[in-house]
């Protein structure tokens, strides 16, 4: 598989990449809303860490989130997709995070996941339209202290 180069000689960003890095972005939002509308206040949207990065972080009331987003073609696929290493990773992430932004926590930390599927399409005049459909699953895992 070729890569292609600008002028320099540095790899260029391909079409589907830049697509997926868009739809990714798109499914952030998305689960953002859906979190807003669900009562949580968002405190960070992609924060980057040393140990990996936190798609989204929402507090309600004394409950910090830490939100996984998946993208996929069916629930299930993106339910599969959060791997056992990476929800270390949102574990170690979060755990950064809660040193550096929440001192004094004593609250309750759950770590959710937000799938976005496709959904069904509408039509506007000759144009047909999907809309992603958006499954919500609080503590869909847990975080071990030992």
Do not use: C
């Not at 206040?41 to 040393?50: C, E, K, V």
């Not at 990476?86 to 609250?107: I, K, T, Y």
Request: charged letters at 30%.
């Amino acid at each position: 598989m070729s890569r292609e180069t600008d002028t320099a000689g540095k790899p260029t960003a391909n079409g589907d990449r830049v697509a997926r890095y868009a739809s990714g972005r798109r499914a952030e939002w998305l689960a953002a809303g859906v979190m807003i509308a669900r009562g949580y206040r968002l405190l960070a949207l992609r924060h980057r860490t040393p140990v990996g990065e936190l798609d989204l972080v929402a507090k309600r009331g004394r409950r910090i989130a830490f939100v996984e987003v998946k993208q996929r073609a069916t629930r299930d696929a993106a339910l599969f997709a959060v791997t056992a290493r990476n929800r270390q990773r949102v574990v170690a992430a979060s755990e950064h995070w809660l040193a550096r932004h929440a001192r004094r926590f004593d609250g309750v930390r759950g770590y959710d996941i937000v799938a976005v599927v496709p959904g069904p399409g509408i039509a506007l005049g000759r144009r047909r339209f999907a809309l992603p459909r958006v499954h919500y699953l609080k503590d869909a895992f847990l975080h071990s202290t030992t």
